[in-house]
């Protein structure tokens, strides 16, 4: 798992990115990945960030069954070049 705190311009304090995280298959389903989440959430809390974001692939179903449960989806589609 790696996480970052970064500023942004449109809010008062850092937002917390969880820019990676991988649980191998034979932990997934067990609760491992929601254990990594809560940790990147409470070092945003400790922190003081106001929100914790992270992107997924929308075939990612297994997932995004847990995101789906501890976060919210966004109506933001991201763009690249």
């Known amino acids: 798992m790696h996480y970052l705190f970064h500023p942004v311009?449109?809010?008062k304090s850092d937002r917390c990115?969880?820019?990676d995280l991988f649980v191998?298959?034979?932990a997934r389903v067990?609760?491992?990945?929601?254990?990594?989440?809560?940790a990147v959430y409470?070092?945003?809390e400790e922190a003081g960030t106001?929100?914790?974001?992270?992107?997924?692939?929308?075939?990612?179903?297994?997932?995004?069954?847990l995101y789906d449960r501890?976060?919210?989806v966004t109506p933001f589609i991201k763009y690249r070049n």
């Open 9 to 11: 311009t449109w809010a």
């Open 17 to 19: 990115y969880l820019e």
């Open 24 to 26: 191998s298959p034979d």
């Open 30 to 38: 067990k609760g491992a990945g929601r254990a990594l989440i809560e």
């Open 42 to 44: 409470q070092a945003a």
């Open 50 to 65: 106001d929100q914790v974001y992270w992107l997924t692939a929308e075939s990612n179903m297994t997932a995004r069954r």
């Open 70 to 72: 501890i976060g919210h």
